[in-house]
Protein backbone atom coordinates (compact mmCIF):
# COMPACT_ATOMS: atom_id res chain seq x y z
CA UNK A 1 0.00 0.00 0.00
CA UNK A 2 1.58 3.30 -1.49
CA UNK A 3 1.79 6.14 1.38
CA UNK A 4 0.38 9.35 1.39
CA UNK A 5 2.88 12.15 0.40
CA UNK A 6 3.56 14.12 3.51
CA UNK A 7 3.11 17.64 3.39
CA UNK A 8 7.27 18.41 2.19
CA UNK A 9 6.45 15.90 -0.58
CA UNK A 10 3.98 18.20 -1.50
CA UNK A 11 5.32 21.57 -1.02
CA UNK A 12 8.21 19.62 -3.58
CA UNK A 13 5.78 18.82 -6.13
CA UNK A 14 4.17 22.19 -6.12
CA UNK A 15 7.34 23.71 -6.24
CA UNK A 16 8.59 21.60 -9.68
CA UNK A 17 4.88 22.17 -11.20
CA UNK A 18 5.39 25.78 -10.61
CA UNK A 19 9.19 26.38 -12.39
CA UNK A 20 7.85 24.07 -14.94
CA UNK A 21 5.17 26.34 -15.72
CA UNK A 22 7.27 29.41 -15.53
CA UNK A 23 9.76 27.85 -18.00
CA UNK A 24 6.91 27.05 -20.54
CA UNK A 25 5.45 30.83 -20.33
CA UNK A 26 9.32 31.66 -21.06
CA UNK A 27 9.27 29.76 -23.66
CA UNK A 28 5.93 30.42 -25.35
CA UNK A 29 6.62 34.43 -24.79
CA UNK A 30 9.69 33.62 -26.94
CA UNK A 31 8.35 31.84 -29.64
CA UNK A 32 5.83 34.35 -29.89
CA UNK A 33 8.83 37.32 -29.69
CA UNK A 34 10.72 35.60 -32.43
CA UNK A 35 7.27 34.68 -34.34
CA UNK A 36 6.51 38.90 -34.44
CA UNK A 37 9.96 39.03 -35.71
CA UNK A 38 10.23 37.03 -38.33
CA UNK A 39 6.71 37.79 -39.52
CA UNK A 40 7.37 41.39 -39.16
CA UNK A 41 10.30 40.75 -41.24
CA UNK A 42 8.64 39.20 -44.61
CA UNK A 43 5.64 41.46 -44.08
CA UNK A 44 7.92 44.36 -44.64
CA UNK A 45 9.89 42.82 -47.17
CA UNK A 46 6.38 41.79 -49.53
CA UNK A 47 4.71 45.41 -48.47
CA UNK A 48 7.11 48.17 -48.03
CA UNK A 49 5.38 51.08 -45.72
CA UNK A 50 3.83 53.34 -47.67
CA UNK A 51 4.10 57.71 -47.15
CA UNK A 52 1.45 57.68 -44.27
CA UNK A 53 0.36 61.26 -46.56
CA UNK A 54 0.22 59.42 -50.17
CA UNK A 55 -3.42 59.08 -50.43
CA UNK A 56 -6.66 60.59 -48.66
CA UNK A 57 -8.66 58.86 -47.30
CA UNK A 58 -11.59 61.53 -47.74
CA UNK A 59 -11.06 62.30 -51.80
CA UNK A 60 -12.46 66.08 -50.88
CA UNK A 61 -10.80 66.79 -47.56
CA UNK A 62 -7.55 66.91 -45.93
CA UNK A 63 -8.00 66.77 -42.26
CA UNK A 64 -5.80 68.33 -39.19
CA UNK A 65 -5.84 67.94 -36.11
CA UNK A 66 -4.75 70.63 -33.69
CA UNK A 67 -4.18 69.47 -30.18
CA UNK A 68 -2.87 71.13 -27.42
CA UNK A 69 -3.65 73.88 -24.46
CA UNK A 70 -4.74 77.92 -24.41
CA UNK A 71 -2.10 78.42 -27.34
CA UNK A 72 -4.07 76.24 -29.59
CA UNK A 73 -7.34 77.11 -28.38
CA UNK A 74 -6.57 80.84 -29.21
CA UNK A 75 -6.58 82.58 -25.76
CA UNK A 76 -5.61 86.20 -26.24
CA UNK A 77 -8.01 86.74 -28.94
CA UNK A 78 -11.15 85.47 -30.63
CA UNK A 79 -12.37 82.63 -32.04
CA UNK A 80 -11.28 83.33 -35.47
CA UNK A 81 -7.87 84.20 -35.18
CA UNK A 82 -6.87 81.18 -33.59
CA UNK A 83 -3.87 79.44 -35.08
CA UNK A 84 -6.00 76.69 -36.61
CA UNK A 85 -8.72 78.94 -37.82
CA UNK A 86 -5.51 81.13 -39.56
CA UNK A 87 -3.88 78.20 -40.85
CA UNK A 88 -6.81 76.47 -42.59
CA UNK A 89 -7.84 80.23 -44.21
CA UNK A 90 -3.78 80.26 -45.17
CA UNK A 91 -4.00 76.51 -46.42
CA UNK A 92 -7.68 77.04 -48.45
CA UNK A 93 -6.53 80.53 -50.01
CA UNK A 94 -3.39 79.25 -51.46
CA UNK A 95 -5.12 76.55 -52.92
CA UNK A 96 -8.07 76.58 -55.46
CA UNK A 97 -9.21 73.28 -54.62
CA UNK A 98 -10.22 73.81 -50.52
CA UNK A 99 -8.67 70.37 -49.78
CA UNK A 100 -8.60 71.05 -45.96
CA UNK A 101 -10.33 71.45 -42.80
CA UNK A 102 -8.24 72.26 -39.69
CA UNK A 103 -9.67 71.40 -36.24
CA UNK A 104 -8.97 73.29 -33.12
CA UNK A 105 -9.22 70.49 -30.22
CA UNK A 106 -6.88 72.58 -27.71
CA UNK A 107 -8.00 72.69 -24.25
CA UNK A 108 -7.14 76.09 -21.76
CA UNK A 109 -5.23 74.40 -19.11
CA UNK A 110 -4.87 70.99 -20.44
CA UNK A 111 -1.67 69.44 -19.24
CA UNK A 112 0.93 66.90 -21.56
CA UNK A 113 -1.09 63.79 -20.35
CA UNK A 114 -4.45 64.62 -20.83
CA UNK A 115 -3.49 65.26 -24.81
CA UNK A 116 -1.91 61.90 -24.41
CA UNK A 117 -4.50 59.78 -23.14
CA UNK A 118 -7.47 61.33 -24.77
CA UNK A 119 -5.28 61.47 -28.62
CA UNK A 120 -6.86 57.99 -29.91
CA UNK A 121 -10.01 58.84 -28.80
CA UNK A 122 -9.93 61.73 -30.95
CA UNK A 123 -8.45 60.03 -34.14
CA UNK A 124 -11.02 57.67 -33.99
CA UNK A 125 -13.26 60.10 -33.91
CA UNK A 126 -12.01 62.36 -36.73
CA UNK A 127 -9.85 60.25 -38.89
CA UNK A 128 -6.84 63.03 -39.34
CA UNK A 129 -4.30 62.94 -42.15
CA UNK A 130 -1.79 65.01 -40.03
CA UNK A 131 -1.50 65.88 -36.25
CA UNK A 132 -0.17 69.22 -34.98
CA UNK A 133 0.68 69.09 -31.28
CA UNK A 134 1.94 72.01 -29.10
CA UNK A 135 1.87 70.89 -25.19
CA UNK A 136 4.05 70.72 -22.01
CA UNK A 137 3.16 74.49 -20.14
CA UNK A 138 0.96 73.09 -18.28
CA UNK A 139 2.76 70.06 -17.06
CA UNK A 140 4.27 72.38 -13.91
CA UNK A 141 0.79 72.75 -12.02
CA UNK A 142 -1.74 70.71 -13.92
CA UNK A 143 -1.31 67.74 -12.08
CA UNK A 144 -4.51 65.52 -13.52
CA UNK A 145 -3.88 62.26 -15.47
CA UNK A 146 -0.01 62.64 -14.39
CA UNK A 147 -0.33 59.51 -12.08
CA UNK A 148 2.30 56.96 -12.73
CA UNK A 149 3.35 58.38 -15.98
CA UNK A 150 6.80 57.99 -14.90
CA UNK A 151 6.48 54.47 -13.94
CA UNK A 152 4.94 53.83 -17.17
CA UNK A 153 8.12 55.79 -18.55
CA UNK A 154 10.29 54.05 -16.99
CA UNK A 155 8.68 50.39 -17.71
CA UNK A 156 8.67 51.51 -21.69
CA UNK A 157 12.16 51.72 -21.54
CA UNK A 158 13.15 48.29 -20.40
CA UNK A 159 10.79 46.54 -22.49
CA UNK A 160 10.59 49.27 -25.62
CA UNK A 161 12.77 46.44 -27.56
CA UNK A 162 10.35 43.52 -27.13
CA UNK A 163 8.08 43.06 -30.09
CA UNK A 164 5.45 41.41 -27.99
CA UNK A 165 5.12 44.51 -25.10
CA UNK A 166 4.96 46.27 -28.17
CA UNK A 167 1.42 44.62 -29.44
CA UNK A 168 0.16 44.70 -25.96
CA UNK A 169 0.00 48.41 -26.26
CA UNK A 170 -1.19 48.42 -29.58
CA UNK A 171 -3.97 46.52 -28.59
CA UNK A 172 -4.88 48.51 -25.39
CA UNK A 173 -4.39 51.89 -26.93
CA UNK A 174 -6.89 49.89 -29.77
CA UNK A 175 -9.09 49.26 -27.40
CA UNK A 176 -9.55 52.42 -25.44
CA UNK A 177 -10.09 53.80 -28.78
CA UNK A 178 -13.03 51.54 -28.89
CA UNK A 179 -14.47 52.19 -26.07
CA UNK A 180 -14.73 55.90 -25.70
CA UNK A 181 -15.70 55.55 -30.04
CA UNK A 182 -18.50 57.62 -31.13
CA UNK A 183 -20.44 56.98 -34.11
CA UNK A 184 -22.48 60.22 -34.60
CA UNK A 185 -22.16 62.87 -37.41
CA UNK A 186 -22.02 66.45 -35.72
CA UNK A 187 -21.06 70.17 -37.54
CA UNK A 188 -17.83 70.46 -36.83
CA UNK A 189 -17.97 73.47 -35.17
CA UNK A 190 -20.15 71.80 -32.32
CA UNK A 191 -17.72 68.85 -32.10
CA UNK A 192 -14.96 71.68 -31.56
CA UNK A 193 -18.00 73.52 -29.01
CA UNK A 194 -18.76 70.27 -27.32
CA UNK A 195 -14.99 69.06 -26.92
CA UNK A 196 -13.62 72.62 -25.30
CA UNK A 197 -16.86 72.86 -22.86
CA UNK A 198 -16.12 69.17 -21.95
CA UNK A 199 -12.52 69.89 -20.72
CA UNK A 200 -13.07 73.53 -20.03
CA UNK A 201 -10.56 74.21 -16.98
CA UNK A 202 -12.71 76.16 -15.14
CA UNK A 203 -15.65 74.72 -13.05
CA UNK A 204 -17.82 75.37 -15.75
CA UNK A 205 -17.99 72.35 -16.99
CA UNK A 206 -21.13 70.86 -14.93
CA UNK A 207 -22.81 74.63 -14.97
CA UNK A 208 -24.87 74.90 -10.97
CA UNK A 209 -28.04 76.74 -11.86
CA UNK A 210 -30.07 77.63 -8.90
CA UNK A 211 -33.23 75.89 -8.63
CA UNK A 212 -35.67 78.39 -8.66
CA UNK A 213 -33.90 79.95 -12.11
CA UNK A 214 -35.77 80.56 -15.20
CA UNK A 215 -35.83 77.95 -17.62
CA UNK A 216 -35.28 80.72 -20.53
CA UNK A 217 -32.33 81.73 -18.32
CA UNK A 218 -30.35 78.54 -18.16
CA UNK A 219 -31.10 77.81 -21.76
CA UNK A 220 -28.91 81.45 -22.34
CA UNK A 221 -26.74 79.79 -19.86
CA UNK A 222 -25.85 77.34 -21.23
CA UNK A 223 -25.82 78.54 -24.98
CA UNK A 224 -23.49 81.37 -23.59
CA UNK A 225 -21.29 78.48 -22.58
CA UNK A 226 -20.31 76.86 -25.52
CA UNK A 227 -20.08 80.38 -27.74
CA UNK A 228 -17.27 80.94 -24.75
CA UNK A 229 -15.86 77.81 -25.07
CA UNK A 230 -15.34 78.35 -28.74
CA UNK A 231 -13.94 82.23 -27.93
CA UNK A 232 -16.94 83.93 -29.52
CA UNK A 233 -17.21 86.09 -27.25
CA UNK A 234 -19.73 88.19 -29.02
CA UNK A 235 -21.87 85.83 -28.96
CA UNK A 236 -21.66 84.37 -25.83
CA UNK A 237 -22.23 88.05 -23.89
CA UNK A 238 -25.17 88.38 -25.82
CA UNK A 239 -26.22 85.06 -24.31
CA UNK A 240 -25.31 86.20 -20.62
CA UNK A 241 -26.72 89.40 -20.76
CA UNK A 242 -29.98 87.71 -21.66
CA UNK A 243 -29.92 85.77 -18.73
CA UNK A 244 -29.25 88.68 -16.55
CA UNK A 245 -32.03 90.05 -18.07
CA UNK A 246 -34.52 87.13 -17.14
CA UNK A 247 -32.65 86.61 -13.88
CA UNK A 248 -30.60 89.84 -12.64
CA UNK A 249 -29.26 87.97 -9.65
CA UNK A 250 -28.18 85.06 -11.39
CA UNK A 251 -24.56 83.78 -9.91
CA UNK A 252 -23.15 81.72 -12.62
CA UNK A 253 -24.23 84.42 -15.42
CA UNK A 254 -22.04 87.17 -13.75
CA UNK A 255 -19.21 85.17 -13.40
CA UNK A 256 -19.34 83.23 -17.09
CA UNK A 257 -20.26 87.50 -17.80
CA UNK A 258 -17.04 88.08 -16.37
CA UNK A 259 -14.57 85.36 -17.36
CA UNK A 260 -15.43 86.62 -21.00
CA UNK A 261 -14.59 90.50 -20.44
CA UNK A 262 -11.64 89.29 -18.21
CA UNK A 263 -10.55 87.36 -21.82
CA UNK A 264 -10.55 90.39 -23.59
CA UNK A 265 -9.11 92.31 -21.31
CA UNK A 266 -12.10 94.31 -20.30
CA UNK A 267 -10.99 94.60 -16.50
CA UNK A 268 -13.60 97.18 -15.44
CA UNK A 269 -16.39 95.46 -16.72
CA UNK A 270 -15.47 91.89 -15.49
CA UNK A 271 -14.86 92.95 -11.83
CA UNK A 272 -18.32 94.38 -12.36
CA UNK A 273 -19.42 91.46 -13.19
CA UNK A 274 -17.59 88.83 -10.80
CA UNK A 275 -18.20 91.15 -7.45
CA UNK A 276 -21.99 90.56 -8.55
CA UNK A 277 -21.51 87.11 -8.58
CA UNK A 278 -19.56 87.20 -4.82
CA UNK A 279 -22.64 89.09 -3.49
CA UNK A 280 -24.84 85.64 -2.54
CA UNK A 281 -27.83 85.89 -0.75
CA UNK A 282 -27.14 82.61 1.01
CA UNK A 283 -23.62 83.51 2.91
CA UNK A 284 -21.62 80.81 0.39
CA UNK A 285 -18.45 82.00 -1.59
CA UNK A 286 -18.48 81.77 -5.58
CA UNK A 287 -14.40 80.56 -5.14
CA UNK A 288 -14.90 80.67 -9.17
CA UNK A 289 -15.37 84.83 -8.88
CA UNK A 290 -12.63 84.64 -6.65
CA UNK A 291 -9.79 83.19 -9.01
CA UNK A 292 -11.04 85.31 -12.06
CA UNK A 293 -10.66 88.52 -9.81
CA UNK A 294 -7.19 87.10 -8.97
CA UNK A 295 -6.10 86.71 -12.43
CA UNK A 296 -8.00 90.32 -13.05
CA UNK A 297 -5.52 92.16 -10.31
CA UNK A 298 -2.57 90.16 -11.10
CA UNK A 299 -2.82 91.39 -14.67
CA UNK A 300 -3.26 95.16 -13.57
CA UNK A 301 -0.47 94.91 -10.95
CA UNK A 302 -2.56 94.78 -7.69
CA UNK A 303 -0.69 92.36 -6.30
CA UNK A 304 -1.78 92.07 -2.62
CA UNK A 305 -5.08 91.96 -3.29
CA UNK A 306 -4.63 89.23 -6.31
CA UNK A 307 -2.88 86.95 -3.50
CA UNK A 308 -5.53 86.81 -0.67
CA UNK A 309 -8.33 86.30 -3.67
CA UNK A 310 -6.03 83.24 -5.14
CA UNK A 311 -5.74 81.99 -2.05
CA UNK A 312 -9.57 81.69 -1.50
CA UNK A 313 -10.02 80.01 -4.66
CA UNK A 314 -7.22 77.04 -3.81
CA UNK A 315 -9.95 76.48 -1.13
CA UNK A 316 -11.59 74.67 -4.34
CA UNK A 317 -10.09 71.35 -5.41
CA UNK A 318 -11.18 72.51 -8.94
CA UNK A 319 -10.26 75.81 -8.75
CA UNK A 320 -6.64 74.61 -7.07
CA UNK A 321 -4.15 73.93 -9.71
CA UNK A 322 -4.93 77.09 -11.79
CA UNK A 323 -5.01 79.35 -8.85
CA UNK A 324 -1.31 77.93 -7.45
CA UNK A 325 -0.14 78.45 -10.45
CA UNK A 326 -1.64 82.63 -11.03
CA UNK A 327 -0.12 82.47 -7.27
CA UNK A 328 3.31 81.59 -8.10
CA UNK A 329 4.04 84.40 -10.46
CA UNK A 330 3.01 86.94 -8.14
CA UNK A 331 6.24 86.14 -6.34
CA UNK A 332 9.77 87.26 -7.91
CA UNK A 333 11.58 84.90 -5.08
CA UNK A 334 10.56 81.83 -5.28
CA UNK A 335 11.78 81.05 -1.79
CA UNK A 336 9.16 83.76 -0.64
CA UNK A 337 6.32 81.66 -2.64
CA UNK A 338 7.56 78.13 -1.14
CA UNK A 339 7.26 79.94 2.79
CA UNK A 340 4.08 81.37 1.99
CA UNK A 341 2.49 78.43 1.08
CA UNK A 342 3.74 76.56 3.44
CA UNK A 343 2.22 78.73 5.99
CA UNK A 344 -0.95 78.18 3.86
CA UNK A 345 -1.15 74.95 4.02
CA UNK A 346 -1.03 74.40 8.20
CA UNK A 347 -4.70 76.44 7.83
CA UNK A 348 -5.84 73.35 5.32
CA UNK A 349 -8.18 70.82 6.74
CA UNK A 350 -9.65 69.17 3.49
CA UNK A 351 -7.04 66.30 2.87
CA UNK A 352 -7.51 66.25 -1.02
CA UNK A 353 -6.25 70.13 -1.72
CA UNK A 354 -3.19 69.50 1.56
CA UNK A 355 -2.06 66.53 -0.95
CA UNK A 356 -2.21 67.82 -4.18
CA UNK A 357 -0.66 71.58 -2.87
CA UNK A 358 2.39 68.96 -1.26
CA UNK A 359 2.65 67.47 -4.53
CA UNK A 360 2.64 71.04 -6.17
CA UNK A 361 5.33 72.28 -4.39
CA UNK A 362 7.71 69.33 -5.06
CA UNK A 363 6.92 69.72 -8.66
CA UNK A 364 7.81 74.14 -8.43
CA UNK A 365 11.24 72.66 -6.33
CA UNK A 366 12.20 69.66 -8.80
CA UNK A 367 11.66 71.11 -12.23
CA UNK A 368 13.38 68.09 -13.84
CA UNK A 369 10.02 65.80 -12.88
CA UNK A 370 7.81 68.04 -14.67
CA UNK A 371 10.16 67.95 -17.94
CA UNK A 372 10.56 63.92 -17.26
CA UNK A 373 6.21 64.22 -17.30
CA UNK A 374 6.47 66.30 -20.69
CA UNK A 375 9.38 63.99 -22.29
CA UNK A 376 7.30 60.41 -21.28
CA UNK A 377 4.07 62.44 -22.72
CA UNK A 378 5.94 62.92 -26.08
CA UNK A 379 7.08 59.44 -26.70
CA UNK A 380 3.53 58.03 -25.97
CA UNK A 381 2.43 60.39 -28.46
CA UNK A 382 5.47 59.79 -31.11
CA UNK A 383 4.06 55.74 -30.68
CA UNK A 384 0.32 56.15 -30.91
CA UNK A 385 0.49 58.82 -34.26
CA UNK A 386 3.24 55.79 -35.42
CA UNK A 387 0.19 52.63 -34.44
CA UNK A 388 -1.84 54.94 -36.32
CA UNK A 389 0.59 55.52 -39.28
CA UNK A 390 0.24 59.25 -38.87
CA UNK A 391 2.59 62.13 -39.59
CA UNK A 392 2.90 64.69 -36.37
CA UNK A 393 4.49 68.20 -36.42
CA UNK A 394 5.30 69.23 -32.93
CA UNK A 395 5.87 72.72 -31.85
CA UNK A 396 7.85 75.12 -29.06
CA UNK A 397 5.72 77.62 -27.84
CA UNK A 398 6.60 81.36 -29.11
CA UNK A 399 6.58 83.03 -25.61
CA UNK A 400 10.30 84.09 -25.20
CA UNK A 401 9.79 83.52 -21.12
CA UNK A 402 9.14 79.40 -21.51
CA UNK A 403 13.16 78.54 -23.25
CA UNK A 404 13.42 75.89 -20.66
CA UNK A 405 10.30 73.86 -21.99
CA UNK A 406 10.61 74.96 -25.52
CA UNK A 407 14.56 73.55 -25.46
CA UNK A 408 12.94 69.77 -23.93
CA UNK A 409 10.75 69.71 -26.93
CA UNK A 410 13.69 70.36 -29.43
CA UNK A 411 15.74 67.91 -27.09
CA UNK A 412 12.76 65.38 -28.07
CA UNK A 413 12.64 66.28 -31.96
CA UNK A 414 16.35 65.68 -32.44
CA UNK A 415 16.28 62.27 -30.64
CA UNK A 416 13.77 61.27 -32.36
CA UNK A 417 14.13 62.43 -35.87
CA UNK A 418 10.64 64.20 -35.84
CA UNK A 419 9.26 67.10 -37.42
CA UNK A 420 9.26 70.89 -35.28
CA UNK A 421 7.85 73.89 -36.03
CA UNK A 422 10.20 76.17 -33.87
CA UNK A 423 7.75 79.08 -33.31
CA UNK A 424 10.00 80.74 -30.01
CA UNK A 425 13.31 80.98 -32.89
CA UNK A 426 11.00 83.18 -35.29
CA UNK A 427 9.31 85.32 -32.33
CA UNK A 428 13.19 85.24 -30.49
CA UNK A 429 14.15 86.75 -34.29
CA UNK A 430 11.43 89.53 -34.32
CA UNK A 431 11.40 90.57 -30.48
CA UNK A 432 15.00 91.77 -31.23
CA UNK A 433 13.27 94.75 -33.32
CA UNK A 434 9.84 94.85 -32.59
CA UNK A 435 7.80 95.29 -29.53
CA UNK A 436 6.75 92.22 -27.58
CA UNK A 437 3.08 93.78 -27.43
CA UNK A 438 2.94 94.00 -31.46
CA UNK A 439 2.32 89.96 -30.91
CA UNK A 440 1.41 89.41 -27.27
CA UNK A 441 -1.45 90.18 -24.70
CA UNK A 442 -1.10 90.97 -21.08
CA UNK A 443 -1.20 87.69 -20.18
CA UNK A 444 1.44 86.36 -22.36
CA UNK A 445 -0.97 84.64 -24.97
CA UNK A 446 -0.68 85.73 -28.16
CA UNK A 447 -3.04 88.30 -30.15
CA UNK A 448 -4.21 87.59 -33.57
CA UNK A 449 -0.80 88.48 -35.44
CA UNK A 450 0.99 86.64 -33.14
CA UNK A 451 -1.21 83.28 -34.41
CA UNK A 452 -1.05 84.41 -37.59
CA UNK A 453 2.57 83.90 -37.77
CA UNK A 454 2.43 80.21 -35.68
CA UNK A 455 -0.12 79.46 -38.99
CA UNK A 456 2.27 80.91 -41.04
CA UNK A 457 5.34 79.04 -39.66
CA UNK A 458 3.31 75.69 -39.90
CA UNK A 459 2.59 76.57 -43.46
CA UNK A 460 5.78 76.51 -44.35
CA UNK A 461 7.00 73.51 -42.52
CA UNK A 462 4.32 71.45 -44.69
CA UNK A 463 5.73 72.83 -47.48
CA UNK A 464 9.17 72.30 -46.32
CA UNK A 465 8.71 68.66 -45.43
CA UNK A 466 6.70 67.97 -48.69
CA UNK A 467 3.78 67.10 -46.70
CA UNK A 468 1.13 68.21 -48.47
CA UNK A 469 1.85 68.15 -52.07
CA UNK A 470 0.13 64.84 -52.57
CA UNK A 471 -2.93 67.04 -51.52
CA UNK A 472 -2.42 69.66 -53.72
CA UNK A 473 -4.32 69.00 -56.91
CA UNK A 474 -3.89 73.04 -58.22
CA UNK A 475 -1.32 75.23 -58.13
CA UNK A 476 -1.07 78.07 -55.92
CA UNK A 477 -3.66 80.89 -56.54
CA UNK A 478 -1.55 83.88 -55.67
Known amino acids: MKKAPNKNQKLFFLKKKLILLAFIIIIAVCLIESGLRIGGYIVLKLNPPLNPLSGIKNENKFIILCLGDSYTFGLGTTY????????????????SNNNFEVY??????????????????????????????????????????????LLSNKIDSILAHLKIYKLVKII??????????????????????????????RDNKNIKIQKDILPEASQQIVTGHNFAAQARYDLAEKCFLKALELDPHNVSANRQLGAIYREQAKYESAEEC????????????????????????????????????????????????????ELFQLYKDGEEF?????????????????????LLLKLKKDEEVVYRILYANLIKIKEISKINNLVVIYQTYPNPDIDAINENIRKFA??????????????KEKLTNQNKKDFFVADEHCNAKGYRIIAQ??????LKERIINNVINEGPTN
Open 104 to 149: NLGVPGSNSSQLANNMQYNINKYHPDLLIIMTGRNDAWNLTDVTNV
Open 80 to 95: QYSYPRQLERILNGRF
Open 172 to 201: AINLRGRVNFENTVISKVAIEANLAADHNN
Open 457 to 462: NIYLTL
Open 274 to 325: LKKSLAREDGTKDLGAYLELGMIHRLKGKYGLAKQELKEAMADPQQLYLAFN
Open 414 to 427: KRYNALLADNYLIF
Open 338 to 358: FNDIENFKKQIKNQEIFAKLD
